[in-house]
């Protein structure tokens, strides 16, 4: 089982200190700076942490061994890729954000990946800045740790603009992924539309932006000119994966004149590039839990979704439950064969 969205999270800011220059450290001491200020799971919500994952001091996913306990042993991975919470595209400074994620990365090398070969990271890049995003990928594009680059689906424009091509070019050419995780800068609105007035209007609404994110990517060409380029959708929910699907074909049949670098049906583009993580599932009833099997029906494909427990957060119910309704070949591609594929890893029992 490889668990695709597991979150470790920094114990507190000041453990980046031994990662950064001395100009960084004298300003984290003597300022008012506590972070990046991005708050994607209050620490209080009932969807920060699931029960027994609050450790005796640091936030959820920050104790290695509790993380090590939950994932592996009761939830029964054999591998898990790690996104840090952590968020440097909500650092308005560019230059600090560029060297958080740097001490972030080298951070979870040295108390992460060289402490458990089960794991594989993903590197954390300062997104405004995708220059600087492609020479921290470049710097560590070969290490064998990382599969994958993350993005928070709020950004400060939708991914498929030419701005981030440079971010793409670095991804494609060290055959990295790119993961596009729910959150983001805290100063950008967190809806299509301005300011919700709660919580759970920000977290249902996510969905919306993960679609507004498939719908540039596509529609701006970002797949056709960098062909190898793959990417993860995680916490973005995936049910309403086929109606998208349905509705950009569609439209795209009476506009593509609009797009005439967009050369096949955007559904198309989803199923090769695109992946999703399972956590959270949007699942009906127990007496309709066929309806699961007939929309992953509807997606045309059984590689799109990765199983991923989305630790320390929690969503009502074992991250694995729904699956145990499909049928034993699909659980396998869902649960192992897709992320080894899409991740090209190899993944001993």
């Not at 919500?45 to 936030?59: C, K, L, N, T």
Request: charged fraction near 20%; glycine fraction near 8%.
């Amino acid at each position: 089982m490889i668990d695709s969205d597991v979150h470790n999270e920094l114990p507190k800011l000041k453990t980046l200190l031994p990662y950064l220059g001395e100009q960084w450290q004298v300003y984290l001491n003597e300022s008012a700076f506590v972070g990046s200020g991005a708050n994607d799971y209050p620490i209080n919500a009932p969807v920060a942490a699931r029960e027994g994952a609050r450790p005796e001091s640091g936030p959820p996913g920050s104790n290695i061994d509790l993380l090590r306990t939950h994932v592996f042993d009761d939830m029964g991975a054999n591998l898990a890729i790690l996104n840090c919470g952590f968020r440097p595209g909500a650092v308005h400074n560019q230059d600090l954000a560029a060297d958080l994620a740097t001490a972030v990365n080298n951070w979870q090398i040295d108390e992460w990946l060289e402490k458990d070969e089960r794991f594989r990271a993903s590197i954390l890049v300062s997104n405004q800045n995708p220059v600087r995003a492609a020479a921290e990928i470049d710097r560590l594009g070969s290490h064998p740790g990382f599969v994958q680059v993350v993005l928070p689906v709020q950004g400060d424009a939708p991914y498929g603009n030419l701005r981030y091509d440079p971010l793409f070019e670095a991804a494609t050419r060290h055959d990295l992924a790119i993961l596009i995780a729910f959150g983001g800068a805290p100063g950008l609105p967190p809806t299509a539309t301005g300011w919700p007035s709660t919580y759970v209007e920000e977290y249902v609404d996510a969905g919306a932006i993960f679609q507004s994110q498939v719908n540039s990517l596509i529609f701006e060409g970002a797949f056709d000119r960098h062909p190898g380029l793959r990417v993860v959708l995680s916490e973005s929910g995936w049910t309403w994966m086929p109606s998208l699907m349905w509705r950009m074909d569609k439209e795209w049949k009476g506009l593509r004149r609009d797009t005439p670098w967009v050369k096949q049906p955007p559904s198309a583009y989803m199923r090769e590039h695109i992946r999703l993580t399972t956590a959270p599932t949007d699942r009906p009833g127990p007496d309709r839990a066929h309806e699961l099997s007939e929309i992953i029906d509807y997606l045309g494909s059984d590689r799109m979704l990765l199983y991923a427990s989305d630790y320390p957060h929690w969503h009502g119910e074992d991250p694995s439950a729904w699956m145990s309704d499909l049928p034993a070949d699909l659980r396998e591609r869902i649960t192992h064969s897709n992320a080894a594929e899409f991740y090209k890893l190899t993944v001993t029992a």
